[in-house]
C-alpha cells in the first residue's frame, strides 16, 4: 500500500543567536493509511518539530513531505487547502489550545464555515452536535454553549478532539494529546482515538515521550525514536518493546519507572557512559549518541552519523555496532 | 536489585518520626470552602518512605505544605495534630510560634517542590545560596559546611568542585534536582518531603535522579514523604502507599499490597488506567466520571458516584479507614465485595 504521509530526508534548522541549531536532522519515515506511528523520545528530541512539518505548519529546510504521493510545498493552492484539511492537529494542553472567550460551538464552527463544509449558523451547529456525539459528549446541547473555562480537562481534550474531527480529516497529528490528562481520563481518550481508526480509517502521527502510552496506543502500529534530532530506531511496536535493538532504546526501555513494584525494582538497567545530554548547539561528531553509549567503538561511531538500516522484521535501527550484532553488517 | 520484602526493610526503624492526626485543611474562595484535606491521619516511621498517590486536585501538595505549614493565607489549618519526634522528643508543629517553624523548616523537615529546578536564585553561585541557607540557621564555620556540602554532591552522584562554583543556569534539570537534594540534606533533617521531584525530568535524568534517592536511603537515616501523580514513581520507591480521593486518605497499605492486591476501588481503578511497559499490553479500563468539586463534595463516601460497587450506605455514611490486614487500612464500606470479586476472578481464570 502506498504511503499516506511521507516524510523524506526531512532537515529543520532553527537560528539561535548566531549560532544554528539542527531541530531534525535527515529524518525520513513513512505511515500508511489506518496506521499509527508514534514518535518517541526525550524532550528536545525534536519530534514535535517533525510533527510540526507533517502537518505543514513548519516549512522543512530540506527534504519533502508527500501527502497522497504529492510535495504538499508545491502543490498548488487548492490542493494545499485540501491537504491542510485532511491533515489535523491535537495539541498537549487543551487550557491554551482552546480561545477561552468563545463557546463551544464557536470553536467548533469556525473550521467548518472556514472550509465550507457547513452553509449556515444553524447547519455548522448541528454538524457541532455531531462532532460531539462523535466524542461521546453527550446530549451535546449540554456543551454546544459552555465556554473552556466550564468543562474539566478531560472534556476540553475531547472539545479539541471533536475540532480536529469537524473537517472530516485522515491524518491527525497528536502531539502529546494525553501527557496533561490524570490517569482515569487518560485510558478513554486514547480508546475513543483508536476507535476512530477502526471507524473512520484514520491514520496517526502520536507523539509523546510516554513508551508505556506509545505500547499501549500503537500495539499492532510502530514506533520511531528520536535523539538529538535523528530517528534511531523503527520498528513494529511489540518487536521494539520487547526486542529494542538501538543501545538508546534499550536504555530508555530500561530506566522508565513501572507501575508494578518487583518488575520496576528487578529491572536490569543499561549504565550508560555519560549522564550529560549533549547541548544541540554541539552536537558530537558521528553518532550524536556515542558518548553516553555503552556499545562506542572509537573508530567506527565518532566517524560518519550512522543510517537508518534494516535489520529484518520491519526494523530499522541507524547503529553499526548493534546492526552488525544482529547478523548483517 | 532485590525487592525488599515487607518487614524486613533494614533501613525501616521501629520509632515514629511524624504522625498526623485529623488533619483538616480548608481554602477560602469566592464560591465557597474548598475543604482540600479532610480528616487525614497516618503515621510514618524512622527510616520510611511513604507515597501518597491520587490525581490532580485530590489534596495531596496541600497536605505536603500543611505539615510544615508553609500554606497560602487563603488557607487554614481547620483542626488536627502533626506530631513531630526526633530522638524520642515530640513535637506539636501545628502549635509552633515563627521562630520554632524557622528552625523546625530544614533543619528537622526539608521540602523539595515540583519544578524546584527553578527554584535556585540564577545571579548567585551554588555556594553562595548554600551558605545563606546554612546561616540563617545559625551555622559560622564556612569550611565546615563546604566540606559537609562537597561530601553531600559526592552522594548525589555530582563532580563536587564543579558545581559548587557554578551558577544554576550552568547545570542541567537533573543535576539542579540533585544540587536540591543535597541542599535539602545540609542541616541533616530527619524528614523530606518530595513534592513531583522527577516531573519534569527527561527519563534517563529521572533515573539518575531515582537512584539517588535509593542510594541516601541506604546511606543516611530519614524518613520521606512522596507526593506524585505517578504510580511508576510510588512503585519504584515507597515502602508504604497512600492513595488520596478528595481530600481523604482512602488507603493505605504496604508497596506491594497498592500494586498486587488493593482493596480500594478507586486504587483498583487507578492502577488498572496506567499502562506498563513489560508483560503483554493488558487492556486499561478507565475510571468513569471525574473528580468531585471539593466545595460541595458528595454525600457519603466521596467516591461513589464513580463505583461500580456503590450501595446505598456509601451514599449517605462515610466510612473511615478501618485495618484490613497488616498494615493495611482501607475506608470503603464494600471492601470484602472487593476481595471477593478478586477471588471469583482468579478463580475463573485459574478455571480457562
Known sequence: MAALMELAHLERSFKVGRAVVWAVDDVSLAINQGEVLCLVGESGCGKTTTGKIA??????????VRFGGQDIWKMNAGDFRTYRQAAQIIHQDPYSSLNPTQSVVDILSAPLLRHGLAHSRLEARQLSADCLRRVDMTPPEDYLDKYPHQLSGGQRQRVSVARALTVNPRFIMADEAVSMLDVSIRVSLLKMLGRFRDELGMTYLFITHDLAVAKFFAWDGRIAVMYLGRVVEVGPTPRLIRHPQHPYTKALLSAIPEADPVATREKERVQLRSMDVPSLLNVPAGCSFHPRCPLFEPGVCDQAAPKLAEIGDGVQIACRVAARGAGRP | MQPTKPGQNKHIKDEVALSVANLWVSYQARRGTVKAVRDVSFDLRLGETIAFIGESGCGKTTLGLGLIRLLPKTAKIERGQVTYTRNGMG?????????????????????????????????????????????????????????????????????????????????????????????????????????????????????????????????????????????????????????MYAGCLVEVSDVYDTYYHPYHPYTIGLIRAVPTLSGERRDLISIPGSPPDLIDPPKGCAFHPRCPYASDRCCDEQPQLETVGLSHQVACWNWPAVVADRGARLVSAAKE
Not at chain 2, 110 to 123: D, E, L, Y
Open chain 2, 91 to 243: 513535637t506539636q508543629v501545628l502549635g509552633m510560634d515563627d521562630e520554632a517553624l524557622r528552625v523546625f523548616r530544614w533543619k528537622e523537615c526539608a521540602m523539595i517542590f515540583q519544578g524546584a529546578q527553578n527554584a535556585f536564585n540564577p545571579v548567585l553561585r551554588i555556594r553562595d545560596q548554600v551558605w545563606d541557607t546554612a546561616r540563617a540557621h545559625g551555622e559560622t564555620n564556612a569550611e565546615r559546611v563546604r566540606a559537609r556540602m562537597l561530601d553531600l554532591f559526592r552522594l548525589v552522584s555530582l563532580d563536587p568542585d564543579r558545581v559548587i562554583n557554578a551558577y544554576p543556569h550552568e547545570l542541567s534539570g537533573g543535576m539542579r534536582q540533585r544540587v536540591l537534594l543535597a541542599l535539602g540534606l545540609l542541616l541533616d533533617p530527619q524528614l523530606i518531603i518530595l513534592d513531583e521531584p522527577t516531573t519534569a525530568l527527561d527519563i534517563l535524568t529521572q533515573r539518575s535522579v531515582i537512584e539517588v534517592l535509593r542510594s541516601l536511603r541506604n546511606q543516611i537515616d530519614f524518613s520521606l514523604i512522596l507526593i506524585s501523580h505517578d504510580l511508576s514513581l510510588a512503585a519504584e520507591l515507597a515502602d508504604r502507599v497512600g492513595t
Open chain 1, 55 to 64: 502537518v505543514g505548519l513548519l516549512r522543512p529546510t530540506a527534504g519533502e
